[in-house]
């Protein structure tokens, strides 16, 4: 009747080819003119565009994925137990009017980790008709005795269930204690009649071309390498990952090792207790590739949505024909927008369903929109569902049963990682749309900040994210005055009592005096943990104040109101231009005392031998030709009042002299202190010790200035060095790089603030040179010149360190508020790309350490036993790359516990590695050393006959005298 060639099957063919539009399929249907077709015709053409119609309307004309998201949200329960206040990861199966649901959980704080080892595995049983939970019952912990085996301390992480049979559930977890052992997948069986699980656990199987083994990460990275992966093995992270899948009577699963960018696809036998590899898709190895989903397409190929830590985050697509050769991972432009985090990739009926995260974040919150868009042909994609809430909505699972969908996923109210909670509940009928006539979608409801009263986990300041960790019973439950942490101005309103917390410890933001000055007294109680970060141990104030008294506090005090106590914030006075102007002019006249060369002290000695000093902070390490070991950290505090001290070693840093050398700029009769904050030690090409240093008026007066001396003779009896040359302004708290064309670079931060306090708005005209700044000498450091600068989001002090690579271009890493960035040159350093996170690296706000080593490879000093992950100023490791940063093996720790930081080191001729750093800067005030080898680095343990940790170079003696 219509042959192919017919002009109308044509027309009827194109629109079916086209993404689905209402406006342009009512368009294309309108060019048909019914009048002009054969009655005898028109039947069959309408049979044929109801086809197209039905082709085209995945999605209704007019419906609202958001609004479908909302509702869905509405039902969802929780069901995780009362006492977890972290839980993450579920998954799920359905059995009869059951949902059991598994997932990682613990009682101790929100969110979660591989490295915690109170994270356990738990189930939660769910009635469908009632959706009330009628039991949780935890599974898996580290340490648990069973019957057969006893588990390993560490996290019971990433659990995952199956159906076995009619009346056995699996549920499958992976112990793990990253760096310290091989991580295991176990599963244990759960009985559905009696509702109790087995008392026995076993080890799941791995199956891979080499043969059969323990479901361990290390077998993984054999088969991977055996299919053309380059990059090093990890101990941890390996895990069931996509959920349970039947494809032409088999079960499929893909597994990933998160921490090592692997991914593979596997089957599982029949009685789910191995897992064989099909193939491997890791590819390209330069991305961070991770935690992926898998499914069939129509033609029998296969796809996967895959995570990317790397670069712009968003989800890479990979497809195969046959399940075992795998395409190069690339980015699909339905899915634009996408950020890190776990995607979905489901077919329910004849439809897709493709889950993925979306870096869009509501109300500030991380991993806040979930989008669902539906596909026939996987091809061609329309948005179902978008889930937008400031709870987020991450790592969902869905399963279908008995014609419904179900959903959990996890969410949280408060902390960052929004990671408190598993919510459960129905996301539709399979394949249907429910009726969205007469609703319409709600405000978001962004969550309102907690009132100002003293509670442990209250938020305190309203420019920061610090919550209470401790506090007085006398203090708790008082309302407090929740400012910038920068300070505040307040008048008394109604008598009573104030208190006020502020530092212990010296620092430039301890208010002890201003307290005193202002009529506070110290309470005899003992000090106690503000917020997070072993400096913010303050004590407690207190003051009686009458109406019309004011108080007048800079960083770091918070206020507590007493009972009956009424206060008022004091707006603070508008400066005019001309007062702005007179101001600053006077402020900039004083920081020209900064411009002053420093007297240096080559005697020292009793003023500032060890039992007159009371703080340590590291500045660097450098050891001289003839094998001298110098040390140099500040003293005073990490405030106006610091200055430097150095000391030597000539046994290899076994023991250290008094203090030989003093940098002090203090003077009573200058206006406020001028400091000497921050520098380093580097031994030149040519043997001279440099000790380079800034000098400010108080902490930064906004611009600061470089210094320089040299030493010619630093394995001398007498070291002889030169007068303070001034370089140029900021401040420069690492070495200079060596670059392969013989010049040196030297890396300096002007601050992209312009100046504190009083000097608030000084020098402006240096603000287009603020920034990460690079100078080059090309005369032996005789003189330097500025060739260029990258300007960082959010900088604390730049810190930045240069390593050129292989092809040239140099890598800058600097410190921000978010941790490590990165930025790149290929100019010499005179323009820098945009900046961005280095992938795989996790860096708490502090101070790290780069550089080249002999042996071509870089090393890498950070935070946290992992390349991935930080717990804080806790666990200094030492890594390893052999690709240019890309990716980073070993993980040694040099010391464990907490307060430590600020690493700085070199490599001496015969390969061992020397890092400083400090201990409980205002408690202890120790300055250490860690001596290792790249052996030790790989073997994650000290090994070799020279390698020490935890060796001690200075501790003030004057501490003891305060306590």
């Not at 997932?103 to 980790?113: F, L, T």
């Amino acid at each position: 009747m219509l042959g192919a060639g017919n002009p109308l099957v044509t027309s009827l063919k194109q629109p079916l080819d086209l993404p689905y539009s209402p406006s342009d399929r009512s368009r294309q249907s309108m060019n048909i003119n019914r009048n002009s077709i054969p009655f005898f015709v028109q039947p069959l053409l309408a049979a044929i565009l109801a086809v197209a119609a039905a082709a085209q309307s995945i999605v209704p004309d007019g419906w609202d994925p958001a609004l479908a998201g909302d509702v869905v949200m509405e039902r969802l329960v929780k069901v995780t137990a009362p006492q977890v206040r972290g839980s993450h990861d579920a998954e799920m199966v359905l059995v009869g009017d059951r949902a059991y649901i598994v997932a990682e959980c613990n009682d101790d704080r929100s969110g979660e980790s591989a490295a915690w080892p109170q994270i356990y595995s738990a189930m939660s049983i769910v009635d469908l008709k009632t959706m009330a939970v009628e039991m949780v019952v935890p599974f898996a912990r580290g340490e648990q005795v069973f019957a057969n085996e006893t588990l390993p301390v560490g996290a019971c992480f990433v659990p995952r269930i199956v159906q076995r049979d009619a009346q056995t559930l699996r549920c499958f977890f992976a112990s793990e204690s990253p760096g310290k052992r091989q991580s295991q997948t176990w599963y244990r069986d759960f009985d559905i009649a009696s509702q109790k699980f087995a008392d026995t656990i076993h080890r799941v199987k791995l199956k891979t071309a080499a043969g059969l083994f323990d479901m361990q990460p290390q077998h993984l990275h054999a088969s991977a390498v055996a299919n053309g992966f380059e990059k090093r093995a990890k101990d941890a992270g390996l895990y069931l990952f996509d959920a349970f899948k039947k494809f032409d009577g088999k079960t499929y699963v893909a597994i990933n090792n998160y921490m090592a960018g692997q991914l593979a696809l596997t089957t599982v036998n029949d009685d789910f207790d191995t897992f064989e590899i099909v193939g491997h898709y890791h590819e390209p190895q330069s991305m961070q590739l991770s935690e992926s989903a898998v499914n069939r397409l129509p033609d029998g190929s296969w796809m996967a949505i895959c995570r990317h830590d790397g670069g712009n985050r968003n989800y890479k697509f990979t497809t195969s024909v046959d399940g075992q050769t795998w395409t190069v991972a690339k980015e699909l432009p339905h899915v634009s927008n996408g950020t890190n985090s776990k995607p979905t990739f489901d077919k329910f009926g004849d439809t897709y369903y493709l889950g993925w995260q979306e870096a869009t974040r509501i109300g500030g919150a991380n991993r806040s929109v979930f989008n669902i868009d539906v596909s026939r042909d996987g091809k061609t994609w329309r948005r179902k569902y978008r889930f937008e809430t400031p709870k987020s909505f991450q790592y969902p699972a869905f399963h279908e049963h008995d014609g419904t969908i179900w959903l959990c996923v996890t969410q949280g109210d408060s902390s960052a990682s929004r990671k408190e909670r598993i919510m459960f509940g129905a996301l539709e009928k399979t394949g249907q749309f429910a009726s969205q006539a007469g609703l319409s979608r709600k405000p978001i409801a962004i969550p309102a900040e907690q009132p100002a009263v003293m509670k442990v986990g209250v938020k305190l300041f309203t420019d920061r994210d610090y919550t209470l960790i401790e506090a007085p019973e006398f203090l708790l439950g008082r309302d407090f005055l929740r400012t910038s942490i920068e300070g505040y101005e307040v008048q008394c309103k109604a008598p009573g009592e104030l208190f006020v917390m502020t530092l212990s410890k010296p620092h430039g933001a301890n208010r002890s005096d201003d307290l005193k000055r202002q009529g506070f007294e110290k309470l005899p109680t003992p000090e106690f943990q503000l917020f997070s970060g072993d400096l913010n141990r303050v004590f407690a104030w207190r003051k009686e104040v009458n109406p019309g008294d004011r108080v007048k506090l800079k960083k770091l005090a918070l206020m507590v109101v007493g009972e009956k106590t009424k206060v008022e914030r004091v707006k603070p006075k508008t400066e005019g231009a001309a007062e702005a102007a007179a101001r600053i002019k006077r402020m900039e006249a004083v920081a020209d005392l900064a411009l002053v060369p420093p007297t240096l002290n080559t005697s020292p000695l009793p003023e500032y031998g060890y039992d007159r000093l009371d703080y340590g902070m590291t500045i660097g390490i450098e050891r001289t030709p003839g094998g001298r070991l110098w040390a140099c950290w500040v003293a005073g505090g990490d405030s106006p009042e610091a200055y430097f001290v150095l000391a030597s070693s000539d046994d290899d840093g076994q023991t250290w002299s008094d203090p030989r050398f003093v940098l002090d700029s203090h003077d009573p009769k200058l206006p406020m202190d001028r400091s000497i904050l921050v520098g380093n030690l580097w031994t030149d090409p040519l043997g001279r010790l440099w000790m380079i240093f800034d000098q400010s008026m108080h902490m930064y007066d906004g611009r600061a200035g470089v210094w320089a001396i040299v030493c010619d003779n630093p394995d001398g009896d007498q070291p002889q060095w030169s007068q303070p040359r001034r370089i140029w302004h900021g401040v420069t708290l690492n070495k200079p790089t060596v670059l392969s064309d013989g010049s040196w670079m030297l890396p300096i931060s002007l601050d992209q603030r312009p100046g504190f306090g009083p000097f608030k708005g000084c020098f402006a005209e240096l603000e287009p040179l603020r920034g990460a700044n690079v100078f080059v000498s090309q005369d032996q450091g005789a003189s330097w010149q500025r060739r260029g600068a990258a300007r960082f989001p959010n900088p604390d002090w730049h810190e930045h360190m240069i390593v050129e690579r292989k092809d040239g271009s140099l890598w800058m890493l600097a410190r921000t508020a978010k941790g490590i960035m990165q930025t790149t040159s290929t100019d010499g350093g005179r323009t820098w790309a945009t900046p961005s996170k280095p992938p795989g690296i996790a860096q708490p706000n502090a101070r790290f350490h780069v550089r080249r080593l002999a042996s071509g490879k870089i090393l890498l000093v950070k935070h946290g036993d992992r390349i991935d992950t930080h717990n804080g100023r806790v666990q200094l490791s030492a890594w390893l790359s052999d690709d240019e940063g890309l990716s980073w093996q070993g993980g040694l720790v040099l010391d464990e516990r907490k307060g430590i930081s600020y690493p700085d080191g070199f490599q001496a001729p015969d390969g061992t590695i020397y890092i400083s750093y400090d201990r409980n800067r205002a408690t202890d005030g120790e300055i250490l050393m860690a001596r290792f080898t790249e052996a030790d680095i790989l073997a994650k343990k000290f090994v070799g006959p020279k390698s020490q940790p935890k060796m001690l170079i200075s501790r003030p003696l004057g501490l003891q005298k305060k306590k």
